[in-house]
């Protein structure tokens, strides 16, 4: 069984990203991980190949030179080869969805595992795009994911706005992880040892057929509105008080 | 090519506060285009909301029922979807975001080959062939202006952040429309969904909402929270910290990746108020935060805030508002 995992490069949770008055973002000092829901899809293949044995785990991601230390993360934890899209501009999520499906054609996984978003820009779409684009089936916010023992399909639960959803998808699907789906291993000294000799290989985008015209993009950042100060109270009836002059219950 | 659609499936009868958000944004849009807003109803419920929505300022109310549409999935949905518009020009489709669409939009803009905004708070800009929408990124922490090109886009928008359009004079035609049998995707299938019954608000329409966080201790301090939700008809939402403790089922869950919520009165129990929280509750009206830590970031963006132990504080706080309401 193989099992594709698409990671991306995002700034390490919990920065405070700073807007330079360019309104672009200051990257200067600002560090890199692999974005938290795409970690969880690594671990999830690699619990996977834990369960059943013989199944070979790919890490794929698009960008610059820099996105290797992303790759590398994924192998350290136990991926078994990665994949460097090499592409040096920004892509949208339309370009992004058309250069992993050339990918995914050229490696005929049986799965395809990445995150429900990325914690930058949040938007979401890839899995959409990407299983639409290929005419596969797709399960989103996944929180528990049961192969079937031929490995033909999956069970997947599903974290959606009602509550748990379970739906049946045949394989080769795109599924996307959810927070609660598993919690990531860190990478064993040896692991980050050996992760340096697995096979990396990177290819250039013109190389996947091309990107098309990027019809997305961020022109510009802005703050928050600030919010007003607030007023701290003394006791729980100054609290009830003020709630109730403030006409809120 | 100016006008716009509104996809409310699946479609409820009446129309939930969400959909009628996302009236709003496409009125705003179609408002710089000068074109007209239609409404796409599907589902098992699109012929009965159909008369209540034609009532709406929409120029058309065009339902789909198919039996493919039965149970949502993303695969039928967006097939369903590609079929109508395929023949009629939008210059964007339009929906509230929500967990159903963020599955099935995005197969949505691949079938049109059309590019996608998500989750939009604002209408910046909308010119023939490019539009510049204000969106959150980075858990919230910032506002981007994002500008999707395409003579017919996609977009989602934040439900709370739009005002719920009303019924106005005119009433729209209704058009029903039939789409083909090849909508139905074989190769995934619904199997159940397990619904949390609810006797109070749902989050995304309440007034009022009590969360509770790791202070909670779960049922303990739930427990506090559920009375002073009785009096007040709050719904009870929680951080992630109380889901993942299994304390609260995962939709009640207020933040980044859970409920977007922006009610007149968030009161944020036990709660310290992590980015990816205030993500989900920074928009609220009015903030109330009780937390026996000084230091937690909660009381960063409280309009009122209470240093003190939730297990004294909201017993005496239900208390005194029960009297206060007497």
Partial sequence: MKILTTIKRTPERNTRMKIGSDAQLITADVKYEVNPFDELAVEEALRIREARGE??????????EASREQLLAALAMGADRAVLV????????????????????KESPDLVLMGKLAVDD????????????????????????LLADDAGGATVTCEVDGGLEEVAVDLPAVITTDLRL?????????????????????????????????????????????????????TTEELARKLVEAKLV | MNDVLIVIAPAADPLRKADLA??????????????????????????????????????TVLTVEHEALAQFTAENYAAAVA?????????????????????????????????MASDVLEVLDVAETSATFLRAVFAGNLLAETVVDGATILATCRASSFESAQPGETTATVES??????????????VAMQTTQLDRPELTEAEVIISGGRGTKGDEGFKLINELADLLGAAVGASRAAVDSGWMPNDFQVGQ?????????????????????????????TIVAINKDPEAPIFEVADFGLVADLFDALPTLTAALKSAKA
Wanted: glycine share 8%.
């Fill in chain 1, 55 to 64: 199944v070979e785990v790919i890490a794929v991601t698009i960008g610059t």
């Fill in chain 1, 86 to 105: 090499q592409a040096d501009e920004e892509l949208d999520a339309l370009q992004t969805a058309a250069l992993l499906a050339a990918v995914v054609r």
């Fill in chain 1, 122 to 145: 949040e938007n979401g779409q890839i899995c959409g795009m990407l299983a639409g684009r290929l005419d596969w089936p797709q399960a989103n916010f996944a929180s528990k994911i």
């Fill in chain 1, 182 to 234: 598993n919690e990531p291993r860190y990478a064993s000294l040896p692991g980050i040892m050996k992760a340096k000799k697995k096979p990396m290989d990177v290819i250039a985008a013109a190389d996947l057929g091309g990107v098309p015209a990027g019809r997305s993009r961020i022109t510009a950042y802005r703050p928050l509105p600030a919010r007003q100060a607030g007023v701290i109270c003394k």
């Fill in chain 2, 22 to 59: 996302a009236i709003t944004f496409a009125q705003q849009v179609a408002g710089q285009t000068g074109g007209a807003c239609d409404l796409l109803l599907m589902g098992p419920h699109a012929s009965p909301a159909a008369e209540p929505a034609s009532r709406l300022p929409i120029r």
């Fill in chain 2, 83 to 115: 079929n109508v518009v395929i023949g009629r020009s939008y210059r964007l489709i339009a929906a509230a975001a929500s967990t159903t669409t963020k599955d099935y939009f995005p197969r949505l803009a691949a079938a049109l080959d059309a590019a």
């Fill in chain 2, 177 to 190: 429309v039939t789409v083909t049998d090849e909508i139905a995707y074989a190769r995934k299938r619904f």
């Fill in chain 2, 257 to 285: 990746t859970g409920k977007i919520v922006a009610p007149k009165l968030y009161i944020a129990v036990g709660l310290s108020g992590a980015i990816q929280h205030l993500a989900g509750m920074r928009n609220s009206k």
